[in-house]
């Protein structure tokens, strides 16, 4: 199946820049059967382990992390771009390529020693879960692993997430 799942992954070169291979997961959600197969197997990274809440990265990996967190019967909690959540909240910088940005979550959105498990879509440089994960670290929080459906293995992602365990379902 993760056979399946990889071939419904569609490459587009140069998106949205030069240089870039963009990772397109929109013909893998328009099956349900891949989609489905995709939140089991994300789902089964807890490796039965009982967690509180699901974080999912702004934007795409809310698609992926809200679907776990229904599967498993747990709260969601939105990692967003700046500017975005409405309430009190806490900020994390990380470096991009060029400059800097920006995610943020709200203060309340977990409660101290609430297990957390963190989704993404993909994992490539891991500036982003990094700043996720720092979040719910500072919130008290405890990251119990981050779980992403695509990692691109070549730029070494896991090196800035390494106290945290990271499961993903393809490797490129
Ligand atoms: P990074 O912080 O470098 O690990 O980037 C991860 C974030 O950027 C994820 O939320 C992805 O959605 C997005 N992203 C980075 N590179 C790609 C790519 N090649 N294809 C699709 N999405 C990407």
Redesign the pocket.
């Known amino acids: 199946m993760p056979d399946s799942l990889r071939a419904a992954i569609r490459d587009v070169v140069d998106f949205p820049k030069p240089g870039?291979?963009?990772?397109d997961i929109t013909p893998l959600l328009a099956d349900g059967a891949l989609f489905a197969r995709a939140i089991s197997l994300l789902c089964e990274t807890c490796g039965g382990t009982r967690i509180d809440k699901v974080a999912g990265?702004d934007a795409?990996?809310f698609i992926f992390a809200s679907a776990v967190a229904d599967r498993l019967g747990v709260g969601f909690v939105p990692v967003r771009k700046q500017g975005k959540l409405p309430w009190k909240t806490r900020q994390a910088a990380y470096a991009l390529e060029y400059g800097e940005a920006v995610v943020e979550i709200h203060q309340d959105a977990v409660k101290p020693g609430e297990t957390v498990l963190l989704v993404?879509?993909?994992?490539?440089?891991?500036?982003?879960?990094a700043a996720a994960a720092k979040l719910l670290d500072e919130l008290g929080a405890k990251v119990l692993g981050i779980s992403v459906l695509i990692e691109?293995s070549f730029l070494n992602?896991r090196a800035k997430l390494s106290p945290y365990p990271v499961h993903s379902i393809l490797t490129y």
């Open positions: 870039i291979v963009f990772k990265i795409r990996g993404d879509d993909l994992l490539a440089t891991g500036g982003t879960a691109l992602g």
